[in-house]
């Protein structure tokens, strides 16, 4: 089942903050994030596991809380070069692979 | 140099067709992925290798064969395309240590866009 991002999309103004969400029904083992511009392939951001410390890729950072399958990611003062559509990619313990999320379309405007 | 990469970009046939899809990674990676994004842009695992061995075969049509010569490399090959084939299919490899949990990063190659007319 694929785990679902909220919101769907948000505009922003440079240098404002955003939250992503990515929720799933499963018990996760790892949560990754990755962006997408248009017409270009996902970059991975940065990945949260299991028991592990919350993460940070510039002034972008990111939680994982295992007891309620979700996992949140943090813009902070957004950058022009923020705007893209941000997945979640979840892991459960003994599938090797990930399935992403709905996707999130954020717009960062000057 | 191009870490991953695909050919070709944009791929356009008629219904019925077969047509392949390369990819080649020169990051020295273990394992290869095919992904699937639809029109929604919903990004979906077909198959991923590990040396050479399949790993993960996803619920995919028998129509879609995986094929690794060696670990640098996973084509695609589709046979006798339908309209809903349409999409764009990326490649991706990692580090991942076969059945071991996904803790790696995986690279993405740019994507092959398929339009099935």
């Known amino acids: 089942q694929q785990p679902v991002q909220s919101p769907q999309a948000v505009i922003l103004r440079e240098g404002e903050d955003a939250v992503i969400n990515c929720s799933s029904s499963?018990?996760?083992?790892?949560v990754h994030w990755y962006r997408q511009k248009h017409g270009e392939a996902p970059v991975f951001l940065m990945i949260l596991l299991k028991g592990g410390e919350q993460m940070r890729h510039e002034k972008i950072s990111a939680s994982f809380n295992e007891k309620k399958q979700q996992s949140s990611l943090y813009l902070t003062a957004s950058q022009l070069s923020y705007s893209g559509t941000y997945f979640c990619?979840?892991?459960?313990?003994?599938?090797?692979?990930?399935?992403f999320g709905t996707g999130t379309r954020l717009l960062v405007s000057p | 140099d191009t870490a991953v990469s695909q050919t070709p970009k944009y791929l356009v046939t008629q219904m019925g067709n077969d047509k392949s899809i390369k990819c080649e990674q020169n990051?020295?990676?273990?394992?290869m992925y095919w992904y699937k994004q639809d029109s929604k842009k919903f990004l979906k695992i077909m198959f991923s290798y590990n040396n050479k061995e399949l790993i993960i075969n996803e619920t995919v049509p028998n129509r879609f064969s995986p094929k690794s010569p060696d670990k640098a490399h996973l084509n695609l090959h589709i046979n006798s395309l339908e309209l809903g084939d349409s999409a764009v299919y990326f490649c991706?490899?990692?580090?991942?240590?076969?059945?071991?949990?996904?803790?790696?990063?995986?690279?993405f190659g740019p994507g092959t866009r398929l339009t099935v007319t």
């Open positions: 990619g979840t892991e459960r313990s003994g599938f090797q692979k990930l399935v």
């Open positions: 499963k018990a996760l083992y790892s």
């Open positions: 990051l020295g990676h273990d394992t």
């Open positions: 991706a490899s990692s580090q991942q240590p076969g059945l071991a949990a996904i803790s790696y990063e995986q690279y």
